[in-house]
Every structure is written in structure tokens, then in C-alpha cells.
């Protein structure tokens, strides 16, 4: 018996793998915009629906770079993907240490002026403000967690 394909499979059985192939990268496809339109409806949610309304404007100015941050984070599947990004943005603007913010603008090469901004903003805020904001950017993140559960 000859055989045209690897091992053995014949031209049906490489037909059946090419098209469980192309079906796997679709699914895969598929996935990520729906992590990306997930990011992107918590960072409408982060700028404009909660923090703008909560709390004031300075606080504000700082929430649209994290959001970006957020939304990299989603996108980029960044170790461990949304949780991890939030968390750290929310650590990050309750404790505004340079090194972390330079550790995060290694992990997002393509966006140092916004993690840069948001250093600068986090730097001018009250601890108060901080914390405020730190614990909005969790629960948001939290509330739309379990929303997309």
C-alpha cells in the first residue's frame, strides 16, 4: 500500500487535519477579539461610567492611561491577562514607585508614553485620591470579571 501523506494518512486523513487546523486558528481568532471588545467595554467602563462620576478630575485623568494599560493587558494575554493587569495598575497607582512603573513599561514595549503618563498622574494625586482610585479599578475589574463568568 503506498501512502501520499505522513504517516500514513492518506490524502483524506491530511484533508481532515488542514481543515482541523484552519478550524482551530478561527477559534482561537475568535477568542481574542472577544478578550479585546471584553477590554475595551471595562476601559469605557473604567474612563467614562464610573471614576469620571466618582470621584474628580485629576483622578480622572489618570484613569484613561490605566484603562489603556487594562486594555494592553487584555490584548496582549499579558501573564495572566486582565486580573493581572488591573491589579497591578490598581498597586501601582496606590504605591506609585518608579522601578515597578519601569518594570511595567518593559512589559509593554509598544506604550511607554502612557504608562509614563499615568506614573506622572499617579505622582500628583493625594494618597486619598490613590486609594480611591485603587479600590475603583479593582472592583470595576472585579464586577466585570464575574459579568463575563
Known amino acids: 500500500m503506498s501512502g501520499s501523506g505522513r504517516q500514513g494518512l492518506g490524502w483524506f486523513g491530511q484533508?481532515?487535519?488542514r481543515r482541523?487546523?484552519?478550524r482551530d486558528a478561527r477559534e482561537?481568532?475568535?477568542?481574542?477579539?472577544e478578550t479585546v471588545w471584553s477590554a475595551f467595554q471595562l476601559a469605557e467602563d473604567l474612563i467614562y461610567a464610573r471614576i469620571r462620576d466618582q470621584l474628580d478630575n485629576l483622578v480622572s485623568a489618570v484613569?484613561?492611561?490605566l484603562s489603556a494599560l487594562i486594555y494592553l493587558g487584555a490584548t496582549q494575554g499579558n501573564k495572566g491577562g486582565l486580573r493581572w493587569v488591573a491589579q497591578t495598575a490598581a498597586d501601582l497607582v496606590e504605591n506609585p514607585d518608579r522601578d515597578r512603573w519601569l518594570d511595567l513599561m518593559v512589559s509593554f514595549p509598544d506604550a511607554p508614553s502612557v504608562v509614563q503618563m499615568s506614573l506622572n498622574s499617579a505622582l500628583q494625586m493625594t494618597d486619598r485620591?490613590?486609594?480611591e482610585?485603587?479600590?475603583a479599578i479593582r472592583t470595576i475589574v472585579e464586577d466585570h470579571l464575574k459579568a463575563a463568568a
Not at 482561537?28 to 477579539?33: D, Y
Open 28 to 33: 482561537l481568532s475568535t477568542r481574542r477579539i
Open 15 to 17: 484533508h481532515v487535519r
Open 133 to 135: 482610585l485603587a479600590a
Open 129 to 131: 485620591q490613590r486609594a
Open 20 to 22: 482541523r487546523r484552519r
Open 63 to 65: 484613569a484613561a492611561p
